[in-house]
């Protein structure tokens, strides 16, 4: 079972906006930033959005993030099919002095 | 542009230890802006913290692993390696390193491809 809570799917039609959701504790995510990482289909996880909001260079403003207290949430605008992937938050904890991961949701553009 | 490469035996008998490299290309192992991590997921599941190392040597485990694992630097060969001891099948998975921002976001980036590590007789 994972340290954060994220739905295990999530779904959503070519130019539609989908947000993914992602739940935990003042130990993580309440006192650091949110990390997403984005794992298409047989690759390796891929940083997408880091400090709650920012994207690194290459990643599409189409994807956006943001966080409230002890939740964080990724957002996907003008949705594509080449967005189905796995998405995942994690955030640094403080107790385990290491990344603490959700369990992943699976985007399906349908 | 930092590359990461992951290798090293794709079967281990139980009980064995297995040990894996993490080959760094396109930039030092020894720079005090990051440290290197080990990650690992099993099929269909989601993402596991193995632990971390600085380029001073410290590391950190989870303590799930703690007292199996190792995490070392070869700062000649930039490269940095993993040893998980007494595996059993539940650590079978594929297993990633990656590269951590030493500082603020913490980030993990880039990645290595993985490298899948199966644990059977």
């Known amino acids: 079972q994972s340290v954060l809570t994220q739905p295990p799917s999530a779904s959503g039609t070519p130019g539609q906006t989908v947000t993914i959701s992602c739940s935990g504790s003042s130990s993580h995510i309440g006192s650091n930033t949110v990390n997403w990482y984005q794992q298409l289909p047989g690759t390796a996880p891929k940083l997408l959005i880091y400090?709650?909001?920012q994207r690194p260079s290459g990643v599409p403003d189409r994807f956006s993030g943001s966080k409230s207290g002890t939740s964080a949430s990724l957002a996907i605008s003008g949705l594509q099919s080449e967005d189905e992937a796995d998405y995942y938050c994690a955030a640094w904890d403080d107790s385990l002095n290491g990344p603490v991961f959700g369990g992943g949701t699976k985007l399906t553009v349908l | 542009q930092v590359q990461l490469q992951e290798s090293g035996p794709g079967l281990v008998k139980p009980s064995q230890t297995l040990s894996l490299t993490c080959t760094v290309s396109?930039?030092?192992?020894?720079?005090?802006?990051?440290?290197w991590s080990w990650i690992r997921q099993p099929a269909g599941k989601g993402l596991e913290w193995i632990g971390r190392l600085y380029p001073s040597g410290s590391t950190n485990y989870s303590p799930s692993l703690k007292s199996r694992v190792t995490i070392s630097l070869d700062t000649s060969r930039n490269r940095f390696s993993l040893k998980l001891s007494s595996v059993t099948a539940a650590d079978t998975a594929v297993y990633y390193c990656?590269?951590?921002?030493?500082?603020?976001?913490?980030?993990?980036?880039?990645w290595g491809q993985g490298t899948l590590v199966t644990v059977s007789s």
């Open positions: 400090s709650n909001n």
């Open positions: 990656a590269r951590g921002a030493a500082t603020g976001t913490m980030r993990l980036d880039p």
């Open positions: 396109g930039g030092s192992i020894s720079s005090d802006s990051y440290y």
